[in-house]
Structure formats: C-alpha cells, structure tokens
C-alpha cells in the first residue's frame, strides 16, 4: 500500500491551496485518513481526519474554519482544502491512515504514511 500525498507549493498569505492524498490501494483495515504537518524543528501535528464509511471528520483548531477535508471512496482519494493560509501553516504535510474506530488524533494511531509536501506560506 502507498499514499501519494500531492499538491503543496509556494504561496502567499491568504492564499488557498489543496493537497490529495492518493492510496494505491485502501489498507484492508483502514477506518479513517488523516493529514499531519511538520513544522521545521517541531514535531508531527495533527491536522484533520475523516472516516471512510461516515465520513465523521475532526480539525485541529488552528486549522477549523480555513481547511476542509474530504474524500472519494471511489477513488481511495483523501483531500484538503486549505484557505486563508498563514506563515505558521508552513510545513511538511502527510497523509496517513488508521485502523482505530473512533477518531485518532495521535500520530502512534496511523501505521501507512504518505511521503509528505512540503506548503511554504510566504509573508
């Protein structure tokens, strides 16, 4: 199984800009999908999360307002819509997914990770 995260770039503040995390195949055990970043010399943060199946979804509260996540199941395809970015969004971001039920805000709870993009929000 692979996640091909894509999408990040160079862009100025308030701009917009949207990440997919790609699966080459769904992880048989996989529940839900997650989106993580990494700030230069910080640790891993949890960004967002969706369910497969419900589509039950949950946002850091640095980011509730300004991403949104979604998916297509069809396309075992995970988005993030990210608006109003900030200097402070600047980060490697990874997609993961989880086996656990419920949802999973700890990095330990994901075990297939994406390669990372890398957003830079230029001032």
């Known amino acids: 199984v692979q996640l091909q995260a894509s999408g990040g770039g160079l862009v100025q503040v308030g701009d917009s800009l949207k990440l997919s995390c790609a699966a080459s195949?769904?992880?048989?055990?996989?529940?839900?999908m997650g989106w993580f970043r990494q700030a230069p010399g910080k640790g891993r943060e949890f960004v967002a999360t969706?369910?497969?199946?419900?589509?039950?979804?949950d946002y850091a509260d640095s980011v509730k307002d300004r991403f949104t996540i979604s998916k297509d199941n069809a396309k075992n395809t995970v988005y993030q819509q990210m608006s109003s970015l900030q200097p402070e969004d600047t980060a490697v971001y990874y997609c993961?997914?989880?086996?656990?039920?419920?949802?999973?805000?700890?990095?330990?709870?994901?075990?297939?990770w994406g390669q990372g993009t890398q957003v830079t929000v230029s001032s």
């Open positions: 993961a997914s989880t086996p656990a039920s419920g949802r999973s805000y700890g990095s330990s709870w994901y075990d297939y």
């Open positions: 969706i369910s497969w199946s419900s589509g039950d979804l």
């Open positions: 195949e769904r992880p048989f055990n996989s529940y839900a």
